[in-house]
């Protein structure tokens, strides 16, 4: 499988800068990570070689150079992003049909100082977490940035969304501190969620909730649930960076998925949990079917009882709930291998019932969305989605970033802990 945040910008100037993109010539070079390794494939058609022996490969970890030994003296170069940092001493090399492929494994030994462990918590629909994503210093920072810098969006009651820029080092109203601080959490979660960020996708927002209090008489999800295509029909992925603690029971404010099936960590035993779930499931898909994206939004008055199953689950926190904790991230896909929009990918958050240590509850959300020249190309969409699900380990920023078994994540977190201790 293919992970397709992979693509860099690539030139003839050893000195361009790369950028994750998306591109499916067959005569462009492209980066991809498959079947746990990263693999360069650089077209060399146009200088006809017909043999390995009249070409020169000189790699260095940041960087490929093609020089021709026969005929001109033409040469290539491609620059490879420092995460895909190319592993010399095991880097196979193939030539086949004017296109040149490197394969290695990642670079997983370079210098880092902490690891962020990314587990699967759920196949359907499909959720990673990863705990200590960002630590507490940093998430203060990212409230305290929102604050006085965000374009505050007034919600429902005391809540708020803040806007903030996409390429914080353009935005000459944050401190440099700042700036790199948003820009290394963008850049981390544009590998994790397999493509760069781009101008026509909604800014990146810091959402308050105000605490509300528990009233057993009160929904637990009080705007309801919804499909993330609900008004943006292009969005594959989402992810949540939770930037304080709620304390819990009370304090609740988990985002939680009703439809969850197959999950690591949360696993259903009884017949009738099992049940219950293979009925909601059922109504997610058919609500879905129907037209429906929003429980508070349907199609149809019909669809009321169904919808009212979907809230009814999430009430009794059926499926699975992830709860606010500082500096975990949340990725959950909207859309499947297939390309489709994932009908069991209804989700919604919960009421807050007690403050955080900021008063309410923080989190970093950040929507992506299909490339524009990828949309309504069935194949090539379902290809790109299907990479995306599968996101590749590597370091970036001093942060080694690998995927482990639930079981192994819980050790590592545990570690993690008495260390800070």
Same mark, same amino acid.
């Given at each position: ?63 490929v ?38 394969v ?14 990314v ?8 959720i ?39 390429? @914080?080092?353009?935005? *000459? ?7 790199a601080?948003? =820009? /290394? !959490?963008?850049?981390r #979660? ?38 993330d ?17 709620? @304390?819990?029971?009370? *304090? ?9 099936? =197959? /999950? !690591?960590?949360?696993v #259903? ?21 129907e037209?429906?994206v929003?429980?508070?939004n349907?199609?149809d ?84 989605s ?36």
């Amino acid at each position: 499988h293919v992970h397709a945040c992979s693509l860099v910008k690539l030139s003839d100037d050893p000195s361009a800068a790369h950028a994750l993109c998306v591109c499916e010539s067959p005569m462009a070079d492209t980066l991809t990570f498959t079947q746990g390794c990263w693999q360069l494939q650089v077209s060399i058609a146009a200088w006809n070689i017909k043999s390995a022996d009249e070409i020169c490969v000189d790699m260095s970890p940041e960087e490929v150079r093609i020089v021709r030994l026969r005929g001109s003296s033409e040469s290539h170069s491609v620059k490879v992003p420092p995460h895909a940092a190319i592993h010399e001493d095991r880097c196979k090399t193939k030539l086949s049909a004017g296109r040149l492929r490197l394969v290695w494994p990642p670079r997983l030994d370079m210098d880092w100082q902490r690891e962020c462990c990314v587990k699967v918590a759920c196949k359907s629909p499909l959720i990673y977490l990863a705990e200590d994503f960002i630590d507490r210093r940093v998430c203060v920072d990212i409230i305290k940035g929102a604050k006085a810098y965000g374009t505050a969006v007034p919600m429902l009651g005391e809540d708020m969304k803040y806007e903030m820029p996409m390429w @914080p080092h353009q935005d *000459g109203r944050l401190d440099e501190h700042l700036q790199a601080t948003l =820009e /290394s !959490i963008y850049k981390r #979660l544009d590998v994790l969620c397999g493509s760069d960020r781009r101008a026509d996708e909604q800014l990146p927002r810091v959402h308050y909730m105000a605490p509300r209090g528990r009233d057993i008489k009160s929904r637990r999800m009080p705007s309801g649930l919804h499909i993330d295509t609900n008004g943006a029909p292009f969005r594959y992925v989402t992810a949540i960076v939770y930037l304080d603690t709620l @304390p819990q029971p009370q *304090g609740d404010g988990a985002t939680t998925f009703p439809c969850a099936k =197959e /999950s !690591i960590g949360h696993v #259903l035993n009884d017949s009738e949990s099992t049940n219950n779930t293979n009925s909601v499931r059922k109504a997610g898909e058919f609500l879905f079917k129907e037209g429906g994206v929003h429980t508070m939004n349907l199609p149809d008055e019909d669809l009321l009882e169904t919808a009212e199953e979907l809230n009814r689950a999430a009430d009794r926190c059926q499926g699975v709930s992830v709860y606010p904790e500082e500096g975990k991230l949340l990725i959950f896909f909207t859309t499947g291998d297939d390309g489709e929009v994932d009908p069991f990918s209804w989700h919604g958050g919960a009421r807050v019932g007690a403050a955080g240590p900021y008063g309410g509850k923080w989190m970093l959300q950040i929507f992506k969305t299909l490339p524009p020249e990828l949309r309504g190309e069935k194949s090539r969409v379902a290809r790109f989605s299907a990479d995306c699900r599968r996101p590749p380990d590597f370091v970036m920023d001093g942060i080694c970033h690998r995927q482990v078994s639930w079981e192994q994540a819980q050790l590592v977190d545990s570690s993690q802990k008495g260390a800070k201790k």
